[in-house]
């Protein structure tokens, strides 16, 4: 089956300093890839998203890179600050399928 | 901020009671999903509906039900809580349409069964 997962479960950065978040799949027929922050006791809130027919896309402060040919998926957050914080799941569908969700990263920044 | 509503938001609730968890959404969204999640962890797909009348299970195995009488509610029913569903419930709501879109989520319902 499809397994979407990130490689780290915590990450520690510094205020002021860009987080990278890295997240790989194993479903080459995905073609959607989202990524949602998750805060304590609240339920996911989109961040971003990219099409298969796209390698890079950016937001305020974030960026998604896609890498279709190892299957590898990106969060960068630019001048990371303490709202930040908080756990970071990637998600992937084809078609009309639900999304599957990874492991999630927690996220910590340090003051 | 997405027009997704659940209730209640936290519920404390003895074995063998029946519960049933409500979850509403305002933006016409066809397809509305029912997640369950451990503090931190990843979500578990337990349930999801296309439309009035549409109902699929997920991949986790759950002894609950759902219900899809109007497109803009889906609520899940415990015939007979457990202690083993102790957990939290995330209801999502997408759009129906040719590919793939953002499933817009609730702020959850937290269930502990004592």
């Known amino acids: 089956g499809e397994n979407v997962g990130l490689h780290l479960p915590t990450l520690s950065v510094q205020e002021g300093d860009n987080s990278i978040i890295n997240c790989a799949y194993s479903?080459?027929?995905?073609?959607?890839f989202i990524w949602y922050k998750q805060e304590s006791g609240k339920g996911p809130q989109f961040i971003i998203d990219?099409?298969?027919?796209?390698d890079k896309r950016q937001g305020q402060r974030v960026t998604v890179l896609l890498n279709k040919t190892v299957k590898h998926l990106s969060l960068q957050i630019a001048a990371t600050q303490p709202g930040d914080s908080a756990v970071y799941f990637c998600?992937?569908?084809?078609?009309?399928?639900?999304?599957?969700f990874g492991k999630g990263t927690r996220l910590s920044v340090i003051a | 901020e997405a027009d997704i509503y659940q209730t209640p938001r936290y519920l404390v609730i003895g074995t063998g009671k029946k519960i049933t968890l409500e979850c509403s959404q305002t933006?016409?969204?066809?397809?509305m999903y029912w997640y369950q999640q451990d503090p931190g962890m990843e979500l578990h797909l337990i349930h999801y509906?296309?439309?009035?009348?549409?109902?699929e299970k997920g991949d986790l195995s759950s002894e609950s039900t759902v219900s899809r009488i109007r497109t803009e509610h889906f609520p899940l029913t415990l015939e007979s809580a457990r202690p083993s569903h102790t957990s939290q419930y995330l209801c999502?709501?997408?759009?129906?349409?040719?590919?793939?879109?953002?499933?817009?989520f609730g702020p959850g319902t937290r269930l502990t069964v004592t």
């Open positions: 990219i099409r298969s027919n796209m």
């Open positions: 479903n080459s027929a995905s073609d959607y």
């Open positions: 933006m016409g969204h066809d397809k």
């Open positions: 509906s296309y439309g009035v009348n549409s109902t």
């Open positions: 998600a992937e569908n084809s078609g009309n399928t639900p999304l599957v």
């Open positions: 999502a709501s997408s759009e129906l349409g040719q590919g793939s879109y953002e499933q817009y």
